[in-house]
């Protein structure tokens, strides 16, 4: 049997553009998938992305949380006070990453699931 020696990447597409949705897929098996396709990922599953994300300069975009199944975690607080939204900051070259970690940090023991939003393209890392 002989093995092709050509990549399955495409002509026009660089490493760098399938940083994002790797780290996705890798912790595809550590979430659960909301109603929406979402990956919801717990606080520590969650932090860990985000540290392997600024390992390879993917910025984070945004980041959503998410009530589990059956909870009322946090439904005493706004809604907004889960969400927070990176893009003007990612588009300026920031990864936004100890920001990220700071906001899941702050919520880690509210029982919430998070919705973590990755960057298409790594950052360069200086």
Known sequence: MEISQESTVRADASPRDVKGPRLREEF?????????????????????LVNQAA??????????????????????????????????????????????EAFIARR?????LFDVTLGDDPLEIV
Request: hydrophobic share 40%; charged share 25%.
């Open 108 to 112: 880690g023991e509210l029982g919430l």
């Open 55 to 100: 390992d390879e300069g993917v910025p984070i975009v945004r980041i959503t949380c998410v009530a589990q199944s059956g909870s009322s975690a946090g439904a005493a607080r706004d809604a907004t006070d889960h969400r927070v939204d990176f893009t003007r900051e990612v588009s300026e070259g920031h990864g936004c990453w100890e920001a990220a």
């Open 28 to 48: 595809r098996v550590r979430g659960r998938t909301g109603a929406d396709g979402a990956l919801l990922l717990w606080p520590a599953d969650a932090l860990d």
